[in-house]
């Protein structure tokens, strides 16, 4: 049984929304299917398909204008909210303390934080990929965090179409597991994220300790997004 978490992005309509939770509830999965669609559709009725944010304020409340906090998610029947996303890194100049300051916030509000972390293509050619995992998880997990996920996402990689070669995923993975064992999380799902597709999934899903995968684009549609979830049991 492997976990299936969707990005949406700024993409998509309720509508949009409404048509892939009916097309996914067709499909015969033991996987646990996750989409994370903006914020104004969070709060549909979505079956077996779990609901998640792609952000969360650093804040609980107050004047913080634009801002949603975890509560206010929670609050909508979502159960998962991505935090440390690469594009919040980029856009929102999110750091590592920032991203554990948001998974502790959607620890106490009941969500289930997926902790996205990756490394940029300069510090992939530095030679500093390990170095940025292990001072991601370091960084960005919450002291004894109950609950939460790993989304190991190179940053070169994400809507790029192109991938780390399978034994790049399998040593970084390998590399998490062992970081988190010794951090004390031994049973935490990692899945792999940036440019997963129809083609790449199942043997991407096949390498020890990729628990799931995080896909992006691919998720938009159920004709791209239903090959992915059917091609593992
Ligand atoms: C993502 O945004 O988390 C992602 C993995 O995007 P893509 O699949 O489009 O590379």
Redesign the pocket.
Known sequence: MKIIAG?W?LNGTLHALRHMIDALDKIDTQNTIIICPPYTMLCTDSGRISLGAQDISIHSNGAYTGDVSAQMVADCGATYT?VG???CRQYHGDTNADVRAKASHAIAAGLTPII?IGETMDEKNAGQTMTVIEQGLGECIPDHAPRFIV?Y?PRW?????ITPTHDEIAQTHQFIAETLTRMGFAQTPILY?????AHNAADIMSIPHVDG???????LKPDDFIPIITSVK
């Open positions: 990005n992005k991505l996303h690469s594009e996205c989304a996402e990689a994400i809507g790029a179409g994220g940036a440019s997963v597709n995968v995080l896909v992006g684009g691919a998720s």
